[in-house]
C-alpha cells in the first residue's frame, strides 16, 4: 500500500493537468507507475558495516530492517521544472480490520544507536519464535499517547512491518532480556490475536472462565463474588491476579489473554499441564491459546 507522504500532492497533480491542458508552454507530463514493485527489500552496502549487518540478517531470513518509516520514492513527473514524488512508506498503524490510526508514537533511532547485537537478538531470539514478518522497523521509542504517561510499548504490529523498541543487549542482564525478548513477542501475539482471533477469544477462550460462573461476568471480580467457598481463581481458569487498594481480583481480559500468552512461550506442554493438572479450566485455556498461535505460525515450545 502506497502511502502519501505529502497531503497537497493530488491537488498539485489536479492542477498542473489542468494547466497543461490550457496553457502553450509545454511540461513533461507526469507518468505515474502500473508496475507492481516490492519495496520491502534491503541492498548491500559492504562500506557500512550496519548496512552489510541488515543485509546479511534480509539474506538469511527474507525479512527486511528498516530504521526509517520512509523506505522509498518514485519521481511521476514534473511541473514546471519541479520534480512531482510519491513517498512508499511502512504503515505501521494501519490496519485492513480498522483503518488508520494513531494508536503509537515512535522516534526514530539514530545511527550511533544502531547495534549489530540488536539484529543478532532480533535473528536468534525473536524471529525464531514471531511468524514470518513482511519487514520489521526498529524504533528509538515507541509509545502509546496516554493523559498522564505514555505508555511504553516493546512491538506493534503494522500493516506492512513489525515495530520494534531496539535496545542495547550488551548491557542488559540476562533476566532484563528474557524478559524484554518475552515482551516484544507477547505483544505481536496479542496484536495478531486482536486482529485475527478476536472472535474465536471471545468463543474458546473468555466463555471457558464465563462458563464456570453462569451467573455473574468472572472477569475483575474478587473471589467471594463468584466462589462458593470451596473454589480458587484457578478454579475459574485464571493463572494471574490483579492487586487494586488491597484487594486481590480476577484479571479483566487483556490481562488474563496475556497472562496465557505469556504461559505458552515460556512453558513447554508437559510442563505447564503438570504445573495444572487439578485445574480442567486452565488446561483448556492453554491449549486453545497454543492452537491460535500454532495456527498463526508462531513457534511454540516443545
Request: net charge neutral; proline share 6%; charged share 20%.
Amino acid at each position: 500500500m502506497i502511502n502519501y507522504r505529502n497531503n497537497g500532492w493530488c491537488i498539485g497533480l489536479l492542477l498542473s493537468m489542468i494547466m497543461a491542458g490550457s496553457c502553450n508552454k509545454k511540461e513533461a507530463a507526469l507518468k505515474p507507475s502500473n508496475k507492481d514493485e516490492n519495496y520491502l527489500v534491503v541492498a548491500d552496502n559492504p562500506s557500512d558495516p550496519m548496512e552489510h549487518a541488515v543485509y546479511e540478517l534480509y539474506k538469511a531470513t527474507g525479512i527486511p530492517v528498516f530504521y526509517n518509516d520512509t523506505i522509498a520514492r518514485r519521481q511521476v513527473g514534473d511541473s514546471a521544472g519541479i520534480p512531482r514524488y510519491f513517498y512508499i512508506t511502512l504503515m505501521v498503524n494501519y490496519s485492513p480490520s480498522t483503518g488508520e490510526s494513531n494508536s503509537v508514537r515512535y522516534t526514530f533511532l539514530p545511527k550511533e544507536r544502531r547495534l549489530k547485537s540488536m539484529l543478532d537478538l532480533l535473528e536468534n531470539e525473536l524471529l525464531t519464535v514471531l511468524p514470518p514478518l513482511p519487514s520489521v522497523f526498529l524504533t528509538d521509542s515507541l509509545y502509546t499517547p496516554a493523559r498522564d504517561i505514555p505508555i511504553i510499548r516493546d512491538a506493534h504490529t503494522g500493516f506492512n512491518t513489525v515495530a520494534i523498541r531496539s535496545v542495547d543487549p550488551d548491557t542488559m542482564s540476562a533476566d532484563a532480556k528474557s524478559q524484554y525478548v518475552l515482551s516484544v513477542i507477547t505483544r505481536v501475539a496479542f496484536l495478531k490475536l486482536q486482529m485475527l482471533k478476536s472472535d474465536l477469544l471471545e468463543t474458546d477462550f473468555y466463555s471457558i472462565s464465563e462458563q464456570m460462573s453462569p451467573y455473574l461476568d468472572p472477569f475483575s471480580r474478587q473471589l467471594s463474588e463468584i466462589s462458593d467457598g470451596s473454589q480458587t481463581f484457578e478454579d475459574f481458569g485464571f493463572i494471574t491476579t490483579v492487586k487494586r487498594q488491597n484487594k486481590i481480583y480476577s484479571p479483566d481480559k487483556t490481562t488474563d489473554v496475556t497472562s496465557y500468552l505469556q504461559a505458552v512461550f515460556s512453558n513447554t506442554t508437559d510442563a505447564f499441564n503438570a504445573m495444572y493438572a487439578n485445574y480442567p479450566a486452565v488446561l483448556k485455556k492453554f491449549a486453545v491459546i497454543r492452537s491460535m498461535l500454532t495456527d498463526l505460525k508462531f513457534k511454540l515450545p516443545g
